[in-house]
Structures are given as structure tokens and as C-alpha cells.
């Protein structure tokens, strides 16, 4: 578990490079961050990552919608 969080930390640090703080892929990956947290029982861990990650979703969601 600590080889995927090392890989999903240099992923992240492209992701927001290359698409921004609020942006679904962007929140994709802190789900995945939730997840390995959540397997490795860190629940309050996993819970902060999945709710930044509903936080980016809503956000993305929102503009998507206000498009129409």
C-alpha cells in the first residue's frame, strides 16, 4: 500500500500541473488516496480524502451545469 500512496503522491503533484486543484481527475485520484486509506483501515484518513474529492466533484458538477 505504501508503493500505490507513493505513486498516487507523484501523480498528484502532475495532476495539478497539468489540470488544476478542481478538477474531476483531480478528485478521481484523491478517491483513490481514500481508498488505500480505507483498505488499510485509517478511516479519518480515507474520510478526509473522500470528502476533498465529493468537494472537487461538486464543484466540477456545478460549472458543468451552470454551461446549460
Same mark, same amino acid.
Given at each position: %500500500?505504501? +508503493?500505490?500512496?507513493?505513486?498516487?503522491?507523484?501523480?498528484?503533484? #502532475?495532476?495539478?500541473? #497539468?489540470? !488544476?486543484?478542481?478538477?474531476?481527475?483531480?478528485?478521481?485520484?484523491?478517491?483513490?488516496? !481514500?481508498?488505500? $486509506?480505507?483498505? =488499510?483501515?485509517?478511516?479519518?484518513?480515507?474520510?478526509?480524502?473522500? $470528502?476533498?474529492?465529493?468537494?472537487?466533484?461538486? *464543484? *466540477?458538477?456545478? =460549472?458543468?451545469?451552470? +454551461? %446549460?
Amino acid at each position: %500500500y505504501e +508503493k500505490a500512496l507513493s505513486y498516487y503522491e507523484k501523480a498528484l503533484s #502532475i495532476y495539478l500541473i #497539468i489540470y !488544476g486543484e478542481k478538477h474531476s481527475e483531480t478528485a478521481a485520484l484523491y478517491n483513490n488516496f !481514500g481508498e488505500v $486509506n480505507r483498505i =488499510q483501515r485509517k478511516y479519518d484518513e480515507a474520510l478526509k480524502y473522500f $470528502n476533498k474529492a465529493l468537494e472537487i466533484d461538486l *464543484v *466540477v458538477t456545478t =460549472q458543468v451545469l451552470n +454551461k %446549460y
